[in-house]
């Protein structure tokens, strides 16, 4: 399974950004969780947000809880971030990942699949 993400740039502080990951596989990410993750320059990769195979479920860092949504479309195999009143702190690089499991879960180590990252640059 190859995921691809997109949407990264360079933004002000307040803007907006929408991220997209598609996996290049049918029923690939179907039936798994989905994630995305970031990791600033010097800092460990970290949870952002997930969502359960049907999209039913969510949930967030506490950092980016209001400002953050994830979503899906199975029939795309694809999954998208939403990112709202962005701070310079959001800075990194963003991941796709898709789950070994189906319920969500922010445990890196639950994510069997990785997409190669997008870059989010936050100005203030």
């Known amino acids: 399974v190859q995921l691809q993400a997109s949407g990264g740039g360079l933004v002000q502080a307040g803007g907006s950004l929408r991220l997209s990951c598609a996996a290049s596989?049918?029923?690939?990410?179907?039936?798994?969780?989905l994630g995305w993750f970031r990791q600033a320059p010097g800092k460990e990769r970290e949870f952002v947000a997930t969502?359960?195979?049907?999209?039913?479920?969510?949930s967030y860092a506490d950092s980016v809880k209001g400002r953050f949504t994830i979503s899906r479309d199975n029939a795309k195999n694809e999954v998208y971030l939403q990112m709202n009143s962005l701070k310079p702190e959001d800075t990194a690089v963003y991941y796709c990942?898709?789950?070994?499991?189906?319920?969500?879960?922010?445990?890196?180590?639950?994510?069997?699949?990785w997409g190669q990252g997008t870059q989010v640059t936050v100005s203030s």
């Open positions: 969502i359960d195979w049907r999209g039913d479920g969510a």
């Open positions: 990942a898709v789950s070994r499991f189906s319920t969500s879960t922010s445990y890196l180590g639950r994510y069997q699949y």
């Open positions: 596989r049918r029923r690939a990410i179907s039936n798994n969780a």
